[in-house]
């Protein structure tokens, strides 16, 4: 398989009845015309946002579940593709300082690091080379998918940029830094040609040093441009943005997707406005709706730590553990990290985890390190639930029996901010196909 993200990037939304059990789903590739009980599509450069405009005639109404960050750009891509859009959430954004950790800690956008990396996939191997095993053809085909989500990601954060947004949505743009003591091949394969022309890395992409590696242990590192967000102010921006759009948000718990399309089946009436019946659900549920047994909590602790820093820093230990800081931005400290834990419910932080966390933190960054200063400053333990699934994101659409299309997009574990907007669009091209279809089909 080889994979040129710069040209024609595709995914595959599959169209499934409604089913007790699930597999573990097909990895999407990808491209944009509906062939049999599927619909398909194709992104060939990110997609320019809309101006605001209230005056063309709505495409339908669709119902979002969920206000992470995932339903909140999902709901603004809808809306700036002209469908009329109604939030329905239990938890929405706020102050970080506001928010319950206990409370509300399956509200996971809250918590997240929030930044972007770039993950490579494989390189394509030559003749000559051993294949790739099938399990490393299946990380391959995850990690392709998931490039081409956060290459859009990317852009649209540059597209904020633009418009003079970033300070207001929280976004700084930075330097990002790895470190790794046991490289892949995906890795060691890494040039700033492969980057740029195979990879479509945008700005600048440089292999380290030998030298500039923080001791012995490392073998490979690299930096390049990315960027970093503020969680709850950039949550707050978006949701700003579906208000100015005409979106509709109520702070509402539901079940299940059905009971979504029994609220909205007649027009619901809400604050002296009647909301018309719903076209199609968009699951953005993070965890899901309890009906996924693919999909389990990865617990991650994190510190709060008062010094800001240049870069995010991400270094992959020998024995699977991972040393990191994500910046806020904005006066606001720096996240040190972290763990994962997968299916540990547990919500407390452990002071030795912090401890160790930030030992870590200042053997492999000193330079965060005020002058004169041997520790960081802690400010606040962090514990959050990732929301993973095997095998990956779910972003499919369903028919679900008497009630209605569900495009499902959770599941993204710790990178839903950075492959945020590529899920986005793909929910609005995926509930685009299945409304053409159809509607073609009452004809």
């Known amino acids: 398989m080889h994979l040129r993200f710069p040209t024609t990037i595709t995914t595959l939304l599959f169209l499934r009845p409604s089913s007790s059990t699930r597999p573990l789903p097909p990895h999407l590739v990808m491209s944009f015309a509906q062939r049999q009980s599927a619909v398909y599509y194709t992104t060939n450069n990110p997609q320019e946002p809309s101006s605001i405009n209230m005056s063309h005639k709505s495409k339908g109404h669709i119902v979002v579940i969920g206000a992470g960050v995932i339903g909140l750009s999902s709901a603004l891509a809808l809306l700036e593709a002209n469908y009329t859009t109604t939030i329905l959430a239990k938890d929405l954004p706020a102050p970080f300082e506001s928010i319950d950790p206990r409370a509300q800690i399956n509200f996971t956008s809250p918590w997240g690091g929030a930044h972007n990396r770039w993950v490579p996939p494989f390189p394509t191997p030559s003749p000559a080379s051993t294949p790739l095993t099938q399990a490393q053809q299946s990380e391959h085909a995850l990690r392709a998918r998931e490039h081409a989500l956060s290459l859009s990601t990317f852009h649209r954060m540059k597209h904020f940029q633009s418009q003079s947004q970033a300070q207001q949505a929280g976004i700084t743009f930075l330097k990002g830094i790895e470190y790794l003591e046991t490289p892949g091949p995906e890795y060691l394969s890494l040039t700033a040609e492969r980057a740029s022309q195979e990879l479509g890395l945008p700005g600048t992409f440089r292999v380290l040093r030998a030298d500039e590696f923080p001791d012995d242990k490392i073998k490979w590192g690299c ?105 806020r931005g904005f006066g606001a400290g720096t996240i040190i990290g972290g763990t994962k834990e997968p299916d540990n419910w547990d919500p407390k932080p452990d002071p030795q985890v912090r401890e160790r966390l930030l030992r870590a933190f200042e053997g492999t960054y000193p330079n965060m390190l005020a002058e004169g200063k041997s520790r960081l400053t802690p400010v606040r333990d962090i514990v959050g639930r990732r929301p993973t699934r095997k095998g990956g994101l779910r972003l499919e659409g369903e028919v679900v029996n008497g009630a209605g299309f569900v495009m499902h997009a959770y599941g993204l574990g710790g990178r839903g901010y950075e492959l945020s907007w590529g899920v986005a669009e793909g929910v609005v091209e995926g509930i685009k196909g299945y409304l053409k279809k159809e509607r073609s089909s009452r004809l």
Do not use: H
């Open 223 to 327: 930096e390049y441009d990315t960027w970093c967000v503020n969680p709850m102010q950039y949550c707050l921006f978006l949701l700003g943005q579906v208000i100015a759009r005409g979106g509709k948000v109520f702070k509402r718990e539901v079940r299940s997707t059905a009971e979504v399309f029994q609220l909205f089946s007649d027009g619901v009436k809400e604050f002296g406005e009647t909301v018309p019946k719903a076209d199609a659900v968009v699951n953005a549920t993070g965890i899901g709706l309890g009906d996924d047994e693919l999909v389990f909590p990865t617990r991650g602790q994190t510190c709060l730590v008062q010094e800001p820093c240049e870069a995010t820093v991400t270094r992959q230990n020998a024995d699977g553990s991972w040393t990191f800081c994500v910046p």
